[in-house]
């Protein structure tokens, strides 16, 4: 391969950024160094997501695993809040499909399929307990629960308001990343939480988000990861869900029923005399 060059954004007055993500001259982009026509020929999307983020094609046995969890994210009906406030911002706001994009992605957070990351970390800290204080990972995972309990926090990754003894999609994921021999420690602590979960709290399953966060950390990413790839995942809901409210309803039809149990109607006192000058 040609040299990839600067493709002349840093002769300005600006000084160039840094990447080593994507490059391009007049007849060629490559990401990551490899031709972007050639990936169309012969790659998929999940590849190309796995390349854009660690550097590297996943094996054929990772591509199948992220694609399996794009699968699992991309939508869980109108109803899942990311895709009820793009549905109601596209219902207002009929002009910007980015507006109503972006207030679908806005929604997700810590509550609504932001629990990956902090989930990456409970796992990686049930794992550091192994390794420094001598205990078994099931040991470890009592201490993280007990500590959660008595700190009043709940624990990312388990329960869910339609799921409330099993969530679909998790024993497929685990199976397939056992089968791809990616499932290791990530998705063994997990399995160690939620048993504890169980006995010291009660039976919440793990959801999405911790069978993201278990795959993510065997497969090495970051925890910052398993928001980012939540996002890609969601998207393809939340414009699906966007693209059928223009189509099939009309403007202004969500009608919240709002109960108001604020003051009573009074008057106002009377105004008060300007002080003459
Ligand atoms: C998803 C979630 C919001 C559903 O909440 P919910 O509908 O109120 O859950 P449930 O009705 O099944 O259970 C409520 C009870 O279980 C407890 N509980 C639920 N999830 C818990 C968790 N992850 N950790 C600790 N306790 C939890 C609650 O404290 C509550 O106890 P209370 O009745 O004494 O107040 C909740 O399970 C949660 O916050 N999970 C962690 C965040 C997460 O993983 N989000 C991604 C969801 S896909």
């Not at 307990?129 to 205990?135: A, K």
Request: a positive charge; proline letters at 5%.
């Amino acid at each position: 391969m040609k040299k990839p060059h600067s493709n002349g954004e840093t002769n300005g007055a600006m000084q160039g950024w840094r990447t080593a993500i994507v490059t391009s001259d007049p007849s060629n982009i490559w990401i990551r160094g490899y031709d972007t026509v050639s990936l169309m020929q012969r790659g998929s999307f999940a590849d190309v997501i796995y390349l854009l983020h660690r550097g590297e094609l996943p094996s054929p046995a990772e591509r199948r695993l992220i694609e399996a969890l794009l699968i699992g994210i991309s939508d869980h009906g109108a109803g899942a809040p990311s895709c009820a406030v793009g549905r109601m911002v596209a219902s207002s706001n009929r002009q910007s499909v980015a507006a109503a994009v972006a207030a679908g992605v806005l929604a997700i957070g810590d509550e609504h399929g932001g629990a990956g990351s902090p989930c990456m970390e409970q796992i990686a800290d049930c794992l550091d307990r192994v390794r420094e204080d001598g205990v078994t990972l099931q040991e470890a995972a009592a201490a993280v629960v007990g500590e959660a309990i008595s700190e009043k926090r709940r624990l990312a990754g388990f329960g869910h308001r339609v799921h409330h003894t099993k969530d679909p999609r998790i024993d497929f994921l685990f199976s397939l990343a056992r089968k791809a021999k990616v499932a290791g420690d990530g998705v063994k602590a997990v399995q160690a939480l939620e048993t504890e979960i169980a006995r010291q709290i009660k039976p919440l399953p793990a959801n999405i988000d911790a069978a993201l966060a278990a795959i993510l950390h065997d497969l090495g990413f970051p925890p910052s990861a398993a928001r980012f790839i939540f996002i890609i995942g969601r998207v393809a809901g939340i414009t699906a869900e966007i693209a059928e409210e223009y189509l099939r309803e009309r403007p202004m039809r969500v009608r919240i029923p709002v109960a108001y149990d604020g003051k009573s109607p009074r008057k106002l006192g009377p105004a008060k005399k300007k002080a003459k000058k």
